[in-house]
């Protein structure tokens, strides 16, 4: 039997690897579902895309119709061959999630933080305006973003919550609570009318038993 | 039967070619300042026991029980464990910027790396495992072998002898860039990306607070500027996949006189680089997207041919017109 020289098994490892990798770039990592597309800005999204299709005489419930399929049609396909390999990169967090700005948020947050004393809650961080001096490059650090930069309140955010407010706290024993929350506003384009979502979210307040609830005792 | 045999042949001989790992070095020099800058700075920040232990000692993340961070089976649960993983992963990445036992020094780069994103993945961004792949690829490429302390061991000299090596590893991270800007143009499905949207992508993230660099709403004035660069964005980003057909086409080393001969002199793929510099210097200029920007750029020594660097103080490598 003849031997196989080496370049070519370590061609035939390459083209595996990239082969792998290609598959997990795949863009399509979960299906529009009619739930998706009651977000506000989903609805939007379509309305824009309308101004393409529309005139070729597609309607929206036909768009809409077809969007979910199309997208649980790649979704099937996509768990069908990536997973497999999902499973084999996932102990080295390897992988090749791209997307970047995919779909750029039309109703940006603010972290805010208030401090509550025996006179009332008061300000006391607001990104971009009023910033703790301490606080603001830990708060801006890039991975401590991605934590409170979140659409959904995770395990994660109530525990910097809790440390941003320990922090606080020890600083000042006279705070009763901290309290982290994001304020939500709608930005668009110069001219442009869009609806006014302003409004408070992933509210998260600490009070002080919580983080020493000896004292409380005492 | 033989066409599949010598499309095979052509295939083998384009991971098989050999080049000086100059581009590679400094790559590789330029990635491990990025990510050292980076773990430093979470150091200052006093972030370690947050983000690299797990939730029974202070983490923000998984708790130890947790299959996902595999590494903390073996760790004890002392809060002094994760400044020590901070030390390691200092002194890998020291180790990756010199050069000094470069295999080794990548992978255990890489592993810590995973190991924050097992625990926190929501503090795990894109570039971070962008980083990590890369990390791999350069433990099992020759990049230590020129501007290092592994280059001064084996040669005598800090830059090595300008030995040839397998050219595979720069051309995968070249492959790896593009399916990254591919995959991020095709998934720029967002309207405002498009004429249907007024190309009003990057008026919309210029003003997000929490990764804008502008304290108050851009001038007006400004809009149709953002919209160019809108569009400029996307339509380069759509573009990447021609980048496989010009390297494809000088791996082949075309006539100069040809079509394609006249177009490979213009380096088409590094006018390309060029956009994709401004860009994200761009990106560097009007966002806080931390070190994304610049351990992008780090990568784009992938793009030039050791020839390139001939004329750098780095051993000059034999003129080839390969990827």
């Known amino acids: ?218 | 039967m033989s066409r599949l045999r010598a499309g095979w042949s052509q295939w083998v001989d384009l991971w098989s070619h050999e080049e000086p790992p100059t581009s590679l070095a400094l790559l590789r020099i330029l990635l491990a300042a990025v990510m050292l800058s980076d773990v430093l700075w979470l150091g200052w920040l006093g972030l370690p026991p947050a983000l690299l232990g797990p939730e029974e000692i202070g983490g923000f993340g998984r708790s130890a029980e947790h299959p996902a961070p595999w590494l903390w089976r073996w760790l004890p649960l002392h809060p002094w464990t994760p400044w020590v993983l901070w030390g390691l992963w200092v002194l890998s990445l020291l180790g990756v910027l010199t050069g000094t036992l470069t295999p080794i020094a990548c992978v255990i780069a890489a592993l810590l790396s995973a190991n924050l994103a097992s625990l926190v993945p929501a503090a795990d961004r894109g570039i971070d495992l962008l980083s990590r792949n890369v990390l791999w690829i350069l433990a099992l490429s020759s990049a230590g072998a020129v501007a290092s302390v592994d280059a001064r061991r084996r040669t005598g000299r800090w830059i090595g002898d300008g030995t040839a090596f397998p050219a595979w590893p720069r051309h995968l991270i070249l492959l790896q860039l593009i399916v990254m800007y591919t995959a991020a143009g095709v998934s720029k499905m967002g309207a405002r990306w498009l004429p249907m949207g007024d190309f009003g992508a990057l008026w919309i993230i210029l003003q997000d607070p929490a990764i804008s660099r502008l304290t108050h709403a851009p001038p007006e004035a400004w809009y149709p500027l953002s919209q160019l660069a809108t569009a400029g964005t996307v339509a380069w980003e759509w573009s990447t996949p021609l980048l496989l057909v010009v390297l494809w086409q000088r791996h082949r080393r075309p006539d100069p006189r040809s079509g394609w001969g006249r177009v490979l002199r213009w380096r088409p793929e590094l006018w390309w680089a060029g956009v994709g510099l401004c860009f994200h210097l761009g990106i560097a200029a009007l966002l806080k997207l931390g070190i994304f920007p610049w351990a992008m750029i780090a990568l784009y020594p992938a793009f030039l041919h050791p020839s390139d660097l001939a004329r750098s103080r780095l051993p000059a490598p034999a003129p080839q017109v390969t990827p």
């Not at chain 1, 805010?112 to 006179?119: F, L, N």
């Open chain 1, 1 to 218: 039997m003849p031997t196989i020289p080496w370049p070519h098994w370590r061609t035939l490892l390459i083209t595996l690897v990239l082969a792998s990798h290609l598959l997990v770039a795949l863009p399509i990592k979960k299906p529009i579902t009619p739930e998706t597309l009651d977000d506000p800005q989903h609805q939007q999204e379509v309305d824009r895309w309308m101004r393409l299709f529309g005139p070729l005489g597609l309607t929206r419930p036909t768009l809409v119709q077809g969007l979910i399929q199309i997208t649980r049609v790649l979704w099937d396909a996509d768990r069908a061959l990536v997973e497999p390999m999902t499973r084999l990169w996932r102990h080295l967090e390897l992988g090749q999630a791209w997307s970047l700005f995919a779909i750029p948020t039309e109703q940006p947050r603010t972290l805010e933080i208030y401090v509550e004393d025996r006179a009332g809650r008061h300000l006391h961080h607001r990104t971009g305006e009023v910033e703790d001096p301490e606080l603001a490059p830990w708060l801006g650090y890039r991975r401590i973003r991605g934590i409170y930069d979140t659409r959904h309140r995770t395990s994660s955010y109530r525990k910097l919550s809790e440390h941003v407010s320990r922090k606080l706290m020890t600083e000042r024993p006279d705070l009763t609570a901290v309290v982290l929350q994001q304020q939500q506003r709608s930005v668009g384009t110069p001219g442009e009318v869009f609806p006014d979502t302003t409004q408070t979210l992933l509210v998260h307040r600490t009070p002080r038993h919580r983080l020493w609830p000896e004292e409380g005792k005492r």
